[in-house]
């Protein structure tokens, strides 16, 4: 094997250039189209140098480490299959960009356009190329995410969004039982790297595991490929973009299926398992898909029911199990994708100039746009299956595989029957494509006037059928040598012999596509006025899946729903709590029961009184904020912060000051944040303060014997840790290894920014996404004003009169609180030193990026509370959106740091420098990543306060005028 620092950029570049696009100017297509135009061609020729590597078979492989202990790496490797992929996904992008110029409206985001396309390149180019099974699951979920993103650009239509919702589901399901199946596989070879499992086909057959990894994989397959029953997708994602069509739902996504049957067929194929229900689903998706296609009165929508029986037919020869099969199938692959672009484009250009795409209002096309007419004819004939062209020779390579006996099955033995009826339709349907469109009477009221398109629009598609005749026409000096590349690198030492001659003689398959084309062709003159005029297919019109979906979705997610929610929801938060902490001690004592359960050693030493004293303080600040509840709610928060200071000592006491440091400022940011939410609360009900019956004591006697429970029980499993010292215990070595390897005294931080970066990393950016969608929910909250108690009414306007009769609206929370501004004010730069200083000295000493995150964000909103919010996001600037991403971009990128020195994601290094006049300093690179975990909660922290902030004083202003909030 050869290995080239270049492979990763293949996949990197269209990443890059996705980031790249969100700093274009909004107002012009050209840079936008340039910038994608420039990266489409740069990884197309650099797929293309890669061939002389691959071409006599060698596997060029690059491989960084991740997580080299669990044999996760990130690894590319091409071969002939990969890199045959990896041009038609950068050449058909390339082509896709021209055409997108000229088709994309001046009044969309051209910027948003391109930038979602080329994430969805670089994701589809990270599918093929993927080395190991893990990273290529993380990059098929990518490509239904993009994929999402596109069908719904248009996201002010309903009928896209509910297509991208659709298409989302329905292949992340699939990604969920692919990244099942390939943990099984992982189970079974003892390895994810793609090379060791291609070559452990006998012993995954073999294993008993093998029917549930062949199951779950062909789900992702399926689902992905729109392979029947999961067929009902893509035809509703035809509320995209005709480019998004043209490149997804032909070229590139929906053969990600096909391709990873194809990838894994030496290890998983030949089983009677594998033959039956991929070639079931198969020959469903063939002959369905070609018949739902005849009736379809949308132009794309036929397009896209005759894409679900052309993957059909490369699933049935994928399920055959044999060499030639193979080929065949891959060869499709390829014809298909140019062919079917060229045809969505062609249909895209027919809208584009002619206003719709109703087949039922297009006639007569070819007399005002003859050239594109000519165009889509050669193409739909290809479609067919014509002969001279590159259709013709894939479907006769079927024709042929179809009649061989593969299996005593009956699946194989309808096989002939299902192949010929299924192309004797793709002729009924190509012939109604071409001659309800560009034949019969002049066109009338058209939304605009049909005229041929500008000459690089018809580009592309001039180029694809250029490409379908070159091939039909000369398929060995063309295809020929590239195909052979691809098909060794799949069945390697089974590759058997093949021709791709045009003529073979008079044979049986020939004899079956003469029979599909008069059979198709007569089928059109029978019916084809009954096709125009059909509402719904002859039969099985009502068996619509679209419909299946809508009720399944109902079901699951309003009917099972709605009785989880009458069963388990309650508009009071204690019963929920009950059943959460009910949950949680049950899970914890069942395995502690069945596993057995032991203290370690008593100490023998006398009890420390001063510490149990301050215990006995925390106690009964827990007891007080339990009873004052239900009286004072403020009372309650101070001795709930009692309890955290309690906690704060408790950890100073044991010899944990990061901890302390870290409960400290987060007690006071949390007691801030109820703060400013205690008046969101509803006014309490008259009976909290009357004395309580029997049942209400009953039920208070319960959570009290659930809290003392759960809280002994929790004290127990403390203890039982703390008495017990393992023989192995790892902490031990972070403690050896915590200054040698990380470069630091403080073994917490060394800890979170070295050794468990990588969950650091997962932690911060999950409480990125946690503040902007609590941000996102506040936004849309209006408190109701009778929520607001009229006792509390009456102080909050008795308050402000007394403190400023002639105060304007606006009023900041300082003013209300009676704190004095200048204070809050003042105490800013004090806050601001204090975080560098627990910043800077973290990686020796207590502190680190966390707790100086949340300090400098309890200064940030020490002044929205002391001048408003209007004039702090007016001289501040804080912008905390920008904090998130900047710090998860810095944390990341110090882990990507580490691949250019060979080393794993997130090594750090450290060292000492010189620095005149001071001396040696320490410096690691752990200290970039908690700059970056800094910026994420500085930003992440202030985004919810200031939500919460605005929302309060909303909720005053609307208290003291006495209207909506």
């Not at 679900?308 to 298909?336: E, K, Q």
């Not at 009956?410 to 309800?436: E, K």
């Not at 019916?527 to 009720?551: H, K, M, V, W």
Request: aromatic fraction near 12%; glycine fraction near 10%.
């Amino acid at each position: 094997m050869t290995g080239t620092s270049s492979l990763f950029l293949i996949v990197a570049v269209p990443f890059l250039a996705s980031l790249a696009a969100v700093f274009l100017p909004s107002d012009s297509r050209n840079p936008a189209t340039w910038l994608a135009g420039g990266t489409t061609l740069f990884c197309l020729a650099l797929a293309i140098a890669f061939y002389p590597s691959i071409a006599g078979g060698a596997v060029v492989r690059q491989e960084m480490e991740w997580i080299p202990s669990l044999g996760l790496n990130l690894v590319l490797r091409m071969d002939g299959f990969a890199w045959l992929f990896a041009v038609l996904v950068s050449g058909m992008g390339f082509l896709v960009v021209i055409y997108t110029r000229y088709y994309i409206s001046p009044d969309d985001s051209v910027r948003r356009f391109y930038l979602l396309f080329l994430a969805f390149m670089g994701s589809m180019l990270g599918v093929v190329t993927s080395g190991n099974l893990i990273l290529l699951v993380v990059f098929w979920e990518l490509t239904s995410i993009f994929s999402f993103l596109l069908i719904g650009y248009w996201h002010q239509n309903p009928a896209a969004r509910d297509g991208a919702r659709m298409a989302l589901t329905v292949t992340a399901i699939g990604g969920l039982g692919l990244l099942a199946g390939v943990l099984v596989i992982g189970h079974i070879v003892g390895s994810y790297d793609l090379d060791r499992v291609l070559q452990s086909g006998d012993l995954i057959r073999s294993s008993d595991l093998y029917v549930p990894a062949l199951l779950l994989i062909l789900l992702g397959a399926f689902t992905k490929s729109a392979q029947f029953p999961f067929h009902f997708w893509l035809p509703n994602a035809m509320a995209a973009p005709t480019p998004v069509s043209a490149y997804l739902h032909s070229a590139t996504m929906v053969k990600a299926g096909v391709f990873l049957m194809a990838r894994l067929w030496p290890v998983l194929s030949g089983t009677p398992e594998w033959f039956t229900i991929v070639g079931l689903a198969g020959m469903a998706s063939l002959v369905l898909g070609a018949y739902l296609a005849m009736f379809q009165q949308d132009l794309k929508g036929l397009l896209a029911y005759s894409t679900i029986s052309h993957l059909g037919l490369i699933t049935l020869l994928l399920s055959l199990g044999s060499p030639l099969g193979a080929v065949a199938a891959i060869f499709h692959m390829v014809n298909h994708a140019t062919f079917k672009a060229s045809l969505f484009m062609a249909a895209g250009i027919i809208d584009h100039e002619t206003g719709t795409r109703d087949l039922r209002r297009l006639s007569g096309l070819f007399r005002y746009m003859p050239i594109t007419g000519t165009l889509a004819t050669v193409a739909s004939a290809a479609m067919a299956g014509v002969p001279l062209l590159n259709g013709f020779l894939s479907k006769e390579m079927f024709f042929a595989e179809a009649v061989a006996t593969h299996a005593d099955s009956w699946v194989d033995r309808i096989a002939p029957y299902a192949a010929v009826l299924g192309s004797a339709l793709a002729v009924t349907y190509s012939m109604r494509l071409i001659h309800s469109i560009f034949m019969g009477a002049p066109p009338e009221n058209f939304p605009r006037e049909p005229h041929e398109p500008p000459f690089w629009m018809r580009f592309p598609v001039s180029f694809l059928v250029f490409a379908c005749l070159v091939v039909g026409i000369v398929p060995g000096p063309t295809i020929g040598p590239y195909l052979h590349v691809a098909v060794s690198s799949v069945l390697g030492a089974e590759t058997p012999e093949y021709s791709l001659a045009i003529w073979h003689g008079f044979t049986i398959p020939l004899a079956m596509s003469v029979i599909a084309l008069v059979a198709g062709t007569l089928l059109y003159l029978a019916i084809g006025n009954y096709l125009e005029a059909s509402e719904r297919p002859f039969l099985i019109g009502r068996l619509n899946g679209q419909r299946i979906f809508e009720r399944v979705l109902v079901t699951v997610s309003w009917r099972w729903a709605r009785f989880l929610e009458n069963v388990l929801g309650t508009r009071r938060l204690q019963p929920q709590l009950r059943l959460l902490v009910s949950v949680a001690f049950a899970a914890a004592f069942v395995p502690l029961f069945v596993g057995g359960f032991t203290f370690g050693p008593v100490a023998s030493s006398a009890p420390d009184l001063a510490f149990a004293g301050l215990w006995a303080i925390g106690v009964a600040c827990a007891f007080g904020a339990a009873h004052q509840a239900k009286y004072h709610r403020l009372a309650a928060l101070a001795l709930l912060g009692g309890t955290g200071l309690v906690t704060c000592l408790t950890f100073m006491w044991l010899s944990a000051p990061d901890l302390a440091t870290t409960q400290l400022v987060v007690e006071i940011v949390t007691t801030v944040l109820i703060l400013l939410g205690l008046r969101w609360l509803p006014k309490r009900s008259q009976a909290l303060t009357e004395p309580v019956g029997a049942m209400a004591r009953l039920r208070r006697m319960r959570d009290f014997v659930m809290a003392v429970v759960a809280g002994m029980g929790m004290s127990a499993v403390a203890y039982a840790v703390m008495t017990r010292t393992p023989p192995d215990s790892i902490g031990s070595f972070f403690l050896e290894k915590a200054y040698s390897e990380g470069g630091g005294r403080n073994v917490v931080n060394v800890i979170l920014v070295d050794f468990r970066g990588f969950d650091t990393l997962g932690e911060i950016t999950v409480l990125g996404i946690v503040a902007l969608t609590v941000f996102a929910l506040l936004r849309r909250f209006r408190p109701a004003p009778d929520s607001i108690g009229r006792p509390e009414q009456q102080r909050i306007q008795h308050a402000h009169d007394e403190a400023a009769p002639d105060r304007e609206p606006g009023a900041t929370a300082a003013e209300y609180l009676f704190v004095p501004a200048v204070i809050m004010q003042w105490m800013f730069p004090v806050i601001v030193v204090l975080a560098a200083y627990l910043f800077l000295r973290g990686h020796d000493a207590p502190g680190g990026g966390f707790a100086a995150g949340v300090a400098m964000a309890a200064g940030f909103i020490l002044q929205y509370m002391a001048a408003g919010t209007v004039w702090v996001e007016d001289r501040l600037r804080i912008l905390p959106v920008k904090w998130i991403g900047g710090g998860l971009l810095i944390s990341l990128l110090t882990g990507l740091g580490a691949w250019l020195f060979g080393k794993p994601f997130l090594t750090s290094y450290f060292r000492y420098i010189d620095v005149p006049v001071i001396g040696k300093v320490p410096t690691a690179s752990a200290a970039l990543f908690d700059l970056g975990v800094f910026s994420l909660v500085v930003g992440a922290t202030v985004l919810v306060l200031i939500a919460l902030a605005h929302q309060s004083i909303r909720r005053l202003r609307a208290a003291r005028i006495g209207e909506q909030p």
